[in-house]
């Protein structure tokens, strides 16, 4: 017997509801009365479920309850979930899939957003005969735009780790990386740009911005747009590892993995060539923001004592500063966790969050900055417990920071946002798909154009789906 809603549960519930038609086991019941706390979603067979949580009276089971009649193909015009989450301010969400423009053989997908709040999205899409090919679509109201090709080929380093993006200018003109093989190596490859003028209609011919020329790893790219029409480039470089055995672990004494950045102007012209760290982790994302005092780039160090935390350098009157931490985990790990940070700037406001397995604890971090990343406050813990990482970060208008993260649910994953208050209050994580923790699932992207949250991700294809917030 299904407990039943009292008039106290209605009053302090967010959403008024008629009559909901919910599943308990085998059966289906029409009843009256609100969701509350509703915070997730998942897949079981051929239906979606939400989670229903109630409040703490003491006459109501405080163990969820499966409520859905939403049919996987209904999916995409049905899966509204209202929620409070109360922290100072109020948010109501809705959460929605996105068809994909993605093939059924996609992967590696990446979001970015240009100046005027529209969402590119581009992945991998493999094709017959061992070729792949790199595209792009574009967010429209309803969905996605047809997708174009920026560049195919079959000499491509295809990884689920080190994988493509794209970056738009403020004039409009469009940038993107992929990764092509340079020798027989496995880790032999270089990082490839292309250039378009013509809203993705065509491209350039790709060009190479490190100019070493060695059979080595080049990789794990930001873009970041720096001036009307030229953009910086920031990507891992193992030049200094030539003659290294293919494997990581095993490149101790053969030299290190080093941090480099360049400039790229309209003309392909290269400038400011700099390298900003000389020993980082070999195979962990980097990932950069412009603040109003100029570009900040966050990555996964590596000190001599083989101590993996995670480090900023920042652009300052032409010059980049020394490397420093953002927080001292002091995670002790003798090979790469291919774990990397994620970084959002507005103004002087930074936000950086991070994986770290420090003291044999798993943790999702998040640290703020109000100076432009020069300093950090404490960070804070954001994880429910068993995180496998793979970040993603936003800062809101209001100051206050989203981070996405891969959660393990038994032998599956989740992919959980939570929002943090400037003062360091966090709400409630929110799921916003299942998926798995296999390599193949990839890192989650998360961006914002207004007042929707875009995500894609990979659970056998790549998968998008938004989240609109309205911030009161």
Known sequence: MQPKQTSATRKNSVYQGSKQRVRVGNKRQVRSGPLVNTSSVFCRGNHYWARRGYDNNAHLPKAE???????????????????????????????????????????????????????YLSWIDRLDGGRVALRFATREKEGWSTPRTIAEGA???????????????????????WLAKSGAGTYAYNVNLARSFDGGKTWSQPMIPHRDGTQTEHGFVSLLPSGKDAFTAIWLDGREMAGASDSHNADHGHGAMTLRAAQVRRNNMLENEARLDAKVCECCQTSAAMTSLGPVVVYRDRSDQELRDISIVRLVNGNWTEPKSVFEDGWKINGCPVNGPAVAADGKRVAV????????????????????????????????????????????????????WLEKVGNAGEIR??????????????????TNTARSSGFPQMVRAGDSLIFAWTNNRVLTATHIITIR
């Open 65 to 119: 309850e499966r409520i859905c009649w939403v049919k996987r193909q209904n999916f995409q015009n049905l899966m509204t979930i209202l929620f409070a989450v109360c922290f100072g301010l109020s948010l109501m969400a809705q959460v929605r899939e996105l068809p994909s423009p993605a093939s059924a053989s996609s992967g590696q997908p990446n979001l970015t957003v240009a100046a005027n709040g529209r969402v």
């Open 155 to 177: 000499n491509w380093f295809v990884n689920w780790a080190d994988f493509p993006s794209m970056s738009v200018l403020p004039d409009g003109s469009m940038a993107a990386h």
């Open 353 to 404: 969050a991070w994986f770290t397995g420090a003291n044999n604890k798993s943790q999702v971090k998040l640290a703020f900055s109000n100076d432009a990343g020069a300093t950090f406050d404490a960070p804070l813990a954001i994880d429910d417990g068993n995180p496998v990482g793979r970040v993603d970060v936003l800062l809101l208008p209001n100051g206050s920071a989203v981070v996405c």
């Open 417 to 434: 946002i939570k929002h943090v208050k400037p003062d360091g209050t966090r709400g409630d994580a929110i799921t916003i798909a299942a």
